[in-house]
């Protein structure tokens, strides 16, 4: 379905290279891009890879007014055989439908969702970094586009997918990272759009991420709606604990939280290991306590862009704590590593997360 249009003038060999040298993360894309479009008279229609270019749109969009528009996160990974997988991308399929479904958008079928990105994959596989963690950043997003101005679903929609080379999303390696507790602001509530990959929960949580970073932290963490306790996730990934007795915990999916592909993935390695894994609220107050008394040992943060993030530092109005030792934990590593090498090859799949990108 996806017809092939090559870019009349891509970049040349020479400029790629030096783009891939050390490419920041989100800044750095391909010679293509995935379109397809869809209304309501003829479903999905006119899918092609087509050379990335500038959209152009009127003004009365709906996307621009209403904000009808989803997204997803995954990436492409160079094989130990120089071949290309994409990791888990059924999920990122499923979750996307999810999330069109929440926002009263059509919903993309899995099989056209894989190709298109099968299609650009194989059509830019050029531009994944041959760096030890280089990879594909794939942002496949849908936007309502029909022009009018009015409150409802609309009739139009464009569906695109953009490729960004990128290195390691930390330059030196993981390094624990410290969060600001958000007392003020929330992230979701109770029947909204907390567990949909729209754009506005990440523009809601703009204002606490710029408290964070202007009090000098790197991250915001945020606490439930209704009682301002109970911890929910960062601006932008799930969060775990991890105790001394080897379990580990993360909050539960209850519609206000993301669910993540890489929190997913973390969850079955760790019930692989024979960890014992709880999926159960946990307060603000037991992350001090249990961090003052040493029963808490590490915390991490995980997403499809960083992978896994050591948390070291942790603060809010009146108080701050550190976890362990303020550095990347034992069990961290261990899980971070663990996922690297399968998400690139090194390891066995067993639960047949790796699908080779078609050729």
Avoid at 119 to 126: E, F, M, S, Y
């Amino acid at each position: 379905m996806f017809a092939l249009e090559r870019h009349p003038t891509p970049v040349s060999i020479e400029d790629r290279t030096a783009r891939l040298v050390d490419p920041v993360f989100g800044r750095v894309f391909t010679d293509h891009m995935a379109v397809l479009l869809y209304n309501e008279e003829r479903g999905w229609h006119d899918g092609r890879i087509a050379a990335r270019a500038p959209l152009t749109m009127d003004p009365a969009s709906a996307v621009l007014h209403y904000a009808q528009e989803i997204f997803e996160g995954m990436k492409a990974y160079r094989q130990e055989d120089d071949s290309v997988s994409l990791f888990r991308p059924r999920a990122n399929a499923e979750r996307f439908r999810a999330s069109a479904r929440r926002m009263a958008m059509p919903e993309l079928p899995d099989e056209l969702f894989l190709e298109s990105i099968h299609q650009l994959v194989k059509t830019d596989r050029d531009w994944i970094p041959t760096s030890a963690e280089g990879s594909l950043y794939l942002r496949p997003f849908m936007i309502a586009s029909e022009v009018f101005l009015g409150v409802k679903p609309a009739a139009q929609y464009i569906y695109m997918v953009l490729a960004s080379s990128v290195g390691a999303y930390w330059k030196g390696g993981a390094r624990a990272v410290s969060l600001w507790v958000s007392h003020d602001y929330t992230r979701a509530g109770a029947g909204g759009t907390g567990a949909a990959k729209c754009g506005g929960n990440y523009a809601t949580s703009l204002v606490a991420q710029q408290e964070a970073i202007r009090r000098g932290y790197d991250q915001v963490v945020f606490l439930d709606a209704a009682e301002r306790r109970w911890i929910e996730e960062l601006g932008g990934m799930n969060i775990f604990f991890v105790f001394d007795d080897g379990s580990i915990q993360t909050p539960p999916l209850t519609g206000t939280i993301l669910p993540g592909i890489t929190r997913d993935s973390i969850l079955t390695l760790a019930r692989d290991e024979g960890l014992v894994v709880r999926e159960e609220p946990y307060s603000i107050e037991q992350w001090r306590d249990d961090a003052a008394s040493g029963r808490l040992v590490e915390s991490f943060a995980c997403g499809t862009a960083a992978v896994v993030t050591p948390i070291g530092r942790v603060a809010g109005p009146g108080y701050e704590f550190t976890i362990g030792s303020g550095s990347t934990g034992q069990t961290t590593q261990r899980i971070l590593d663990t996922l690297n090498a399968i998400q690139r090859g090194r390891a066995p799949d067993p639960h047949g997360w790796r699908e080779p990108v078609r050729v």
